[in-house]
């Protein structure tokens, strides 16, 4: 008798098995959206522990130049990905018949954060980044203004460079960019009250605590990178810079983000800050294409 249970049951067990699987062969997503778009002339570069990749586009380009620092786990060929909100600005400036500025897309692996050399042994990496800009400005010519564009991970990577160097840099834009109120070394209370405020995944927070703490190692070290106490010495000489955020931000930028936004306001520093309904990294493509081509 029980052996005559067992078989059926075990039968019912294999089919919902398959039916699950089968269910998520057949409705998984097939494919992706892509952006209809003339991808930029491209040419690969490597310089130290740095590869760039410069791009131009095909109808010309201006005497401007953007340094674009990109996200997590992202490389100098993502600014021709036809699924990237990269190719989406540069479509915009295509139907606009705007003459974009020269493209450098810098990265220094998967991970990494711009900081001065500290205690740190990763750190340093700011120092190497601006060192090497007269090399690679030999390759495409003086630009007339130096512009920063970075999302999440390089968004805080934008922000770091051009508020510390501020007289290189015209403009800044940073899009989602990793922006926290608190510290990296701050107590668990302090940890826990802004994970209710923001509704940040606490998994996130702790994998972006733990990656800063990779490059400095103190409170110190950390206000002398971080945007929020850098932006308290600025003023109206400073970079014009664009901030943009998804109210629902998973990694819980958007509160720092518009903490710092406000800051650089009452700085005097020219702003434009883009708060948006959605998620990490929702960007509002026609005005980040305007403010990174305006002449």
Known sequence: MKKKLFIPLFLLIALLIA???????????????????????????????????????ENGVSDDVIYHL????????????????????QSYWQKS???????????????????????????????????????????????????????????????TAGLIHHAMFAKIASLCPGVYVDSPFSDLSTVRAALKRTGADPKIVYGVTQMAK??????????????????????????EIYLSCGLY???????????????AIKKGVKTIWRPLYGGHCVIDIASLADFLAAQ
């Open 19 to 57: 039916g699950y699987f089968a269910w998520n062969y057949f409705t998984r997503p097939s494919g992706a959206q892509k952006v209809a778009f003339t991808p930029a002339q491209a040419q690969h570069f490597e310089s130290g522990k740095l590869n760039y990749t410069v791009y131009r586009a």
């Open 70 to 89: 990109p996200g997590r786990n992202l490389d100098a060929s993502i600014w021709n990905d036809d699924t990237y909100y990269t190719s989406l600005v």
């Open 97 to 159: 018949s705007i003459k974009p500025p020269t493209v450098v897309v810098v990265s220094y692996g998967p991970v990494w954060l711009l900081t001065p050399k500290n205690s740190q042994p990763d750190s340093g990496l700011l120092d190497d980044f601006i060192a090497r800009l007269p090399e690679i400005e030999s390759k495409i010519g003086k630009p007339r203004r130096r512009i920063l564009l970075g999302e999440s991970m390089g968004g805080l990577n934008v922000l």
């Open 214 to 239: 990779q490059y400095v190692s103190s409170d110190e070290e950390w206000n002398a990178v971080s945007p929020i106490a850098l932006i308290e010495r600025a003023d109206q000489s400073y970079p």
């Open 249 to 263: 931000d998973k990694y819980g930028n958007y509160e720092g983000t518009e903490a710092l936004a406000n800051l």
